[in-house]
Nanobody, 120 residues
Framework: VQLQASGGGLVQPGGSLRLSCTAS????????IGWFRQAPGKEREGVSC???????TYVDSVKGRFTASRANEKNTVYLQMNGLKPEDTAVYYC???????????????WGQGTLVTVSS
């Protein structure tokens, strides 16, 4: 299975982007999907994780601004990002694992990442 993250780009502070994570080769509907980001010079951090049932958790810094959702019929998971701040600038990755919970970052299957730049 392969994951492909897309939807990144350059946006002004306060703007919005929607990231997509689409799978090929397997159905994502039964698995949790994690969103992670890595800013230049910083360690990777977990941003959000959405369970197979659609329950999502968020890191405190994005609560109230980011929303994860899933469209099983499209084999896609989304991360809607509103109220973007310069500190949200990072490469965003999606990840999953068929045997263990990927939410902590210990996942075997990763997308290639999509760059989000928040700048005026």
């Amino acid at each position: 299975v392969q994951l492909q993250a897309s939807g990144g780009g350059l946006v002004q502070p306060g703007g919005s982007l929607r990231l997509s994570c689409t799978a090929s080769g397997a159905s994502l509907r039964y698995y949790a999907i994690g969103w992670f980001r890595q800013a230049p010079g910083k360690e990777r951090e977990g941003v959000s994780c959405i369970s197979s049932s659609g329950t999502a958790t968020y890191v405190d810094s994005v609560k109230g601004r980011f929303t994860a959702s899933r469209a099983n019929e499209k084999n896609t998971v989304y991360l809607q990002m509103n109220g973007l701040k310069p500190e949200d600038t990072a490469v965003y990755y999606c990840a999953t694992d068929f045997l263990k919970n990927p939410c902590g970052g210990d996942a075997d299957i990763w997308g290639q990442g999509t760059l989000v730049t928040v700048s005026s």
